[in-house]
């Protein structure tokens, strides 16, 4: 799942951004919560709106939002310096997720810094480059924000992209123990998001171990590296949105899985959506809720809305449409199977035998190409080797069946019957999401038919995807995730969880799992205590009221679905192998807050040090004897005395619901206010 903007992402928009926005002036600025828009207008062009969402975007949107009735004075102050100023130009810092827009006039000019890493950042340099105004101040180990202070751009991560040859990804990778996406992304300024599609572009797994790659795979994985800087290099092509094909039960419509500036490798059997620019897609992915659209804006956005729900009806029958496909591939890779039996268990043995006997795949390789001159049956088979993913490539009657050397001959046909079973089953699930989508569609046109009735909400709040699971932001600013239950713990495990990540789980009995994303440089020591504190709250610890417990991490390669031969594994369960890296001792607590964004209080909760990073309005909570229920109205009546009198009418539309999503199973109590 992708829900911001990458270094090449940001790259890759800047064009868009450079049209649309230098020589043109700043009318205005709008701030809603952690999204600033720019207004600008271009002398005979017309207006633009340039977002900003600290730390996930910037792009232009079409979106008009109303005024709110009173700008914070972060953005009175910016106002009052970039307001008819002229956009002199727009810049990416290194290839960084860092964008610099220079504005001023004949006597001054002055830098709007767009940090987008992280949690993000929003500075005003002023004509020396010192920090005039931050929305964030701090101190790093590497640099200091803080007020009148000469700006400092971070440390550059990695090698640059564009430099690297051949035999420089040859270099780059050695030394590593790790996977290749992890090295991949610790070393060069990519994030795991692209160093994933480089290895689908190479057809090589991306869990697969620095150590353990043949030379078949590195060239494999030159190529596609290759390809992947080439298409950076040409620019946005088919900009789209990709949509879930396996929604929850609990979604209308399917969730949008990534905003892409080209098409992924990644997804390719997935349904998505085209846009003409880069900034729609953007746009589109994330949205806007009603409370933010003008008035007069409202129709129009219900209209836009319609015109949504029949690309998604479009794009649902476009994906049964695969998914009968590859039901129907499948049955035949099956049928095949069974009508080579002989010559499929043949290839296999020989190739198991082979590595049994410690031959590496290079050798074998060589082996198969001197049978087939020899003209051998086996050996003219095989069409290829794929060593990083264990599978072998052949020709069953003019077509090309992929074969797991792992798997036997009968077990290779049951697996591809499985596989024609699941697609199938996920056409039910796919016509009864159309259902809805046509009956949320039905619906808005006969509000749009009766223009008499009262213009009703279109959109609530838009929830991101990690809402669904438990969720904090750590106070580094990475994203953990959590499962709620055992069905959720397979789907985020399986789903979720790429090969740059963090897997941890506590060691009692009931915990979640529980995942760091990492977009590229791996967390801090921070991180991984708050991740550990996390999974040990949400577990057993606190409905048997213990002050604190023990939990471990481990890398995505270490995780397995699939039981040693002969043994059995419960749904939801996992193997780990290797070894586990233990943080003791982490205490049973969490802070349960409020985040204001724009016209929405969003209830939060997570280890203390992170909860407190993100708001001022929290508190914190440790396993007691008041029932969960008391507790709750306990939580928001105290959140409702922190904020500021503006704002408690916020609290109040908290739905109780959702406060109760964000605290543990069980019984609990306040220990302090602040």
Known sequence: MKDSMSNTDIRLILPELREVGEGAFIKNVYQYGSIFVLKLY???GGTAQLLIQLGTRIHLTEYARKAPRQPPHFCTVLRKYLREKRVISIKQHDLDRIVIIEVGDDNETYKLVAEMFGSGNLL???????????MHYKKMRDRDIIPK???????????DIFNISEESLDSLLEGSNANIVRTLASRLNLDSHSCEEICALANVSPRLMVPEIDSQSLADLNKGYLEFTQRLKRGVSGANVVLDNEPSEDDDEPDYVAFLPFGFELYREQPCQTFDTFSEAVDEFFGVSESELEDEQLEDAQTKEEKRLQRIIEKQEESIHSLAEKAERMREVGELIY???TIAQEILDTITKARTDGIPWDDIIKRIEEGKKKGISTALHIERI????GQIVVQLNGSDVILDVRLTAQDNASLAYDQAKKAESKINGAKTQIDKTKAKLAKLESIIAEPETKKVAIKKRTKKWYEKYRWFISSEGYLVIGGRDAKSNET???RQMSANDIFLHATIHGAPYTV??????????????????????FSRAWLDGLTGGDAFWVNPEQVSFTPPAGEYLPAGSVMLYGTKNYIRN???ELSVGILIDGEYAIPISGPPTAVESQTDYFVKVIPGETKKGQLVKDVLSRLKQLVPEDQVVLIEQVPQEDMMRVLPSGEGRIINVS
Do not use: C, M, N, W
């Open 42 to 44: 271009q002398p005979g």
């Open 124 to 134: 005003l340099l002023d004509p020396k480059d010192t920090i005039f105004i931050a």
């Open 149 to 159: 202070a000469v700006y400092e751009f971070p440390p550059q991560r990695g090698e």
């Open 339 to 341: 009508s080579h039996f």
């Open 386 to 389: 794929i060593p990083s993913q």
């Open 492 to 494: 985020l495990a399986k």
């Open 516 to 537: 760091i994303k990492v977009p590229d440089e791996a967390p801090g020591e921070t991180t991984l205590k708050e991740a550990a504190q996390f999974a040990v709250t």
């Open 586 to 588: 982490v205490p049973v």
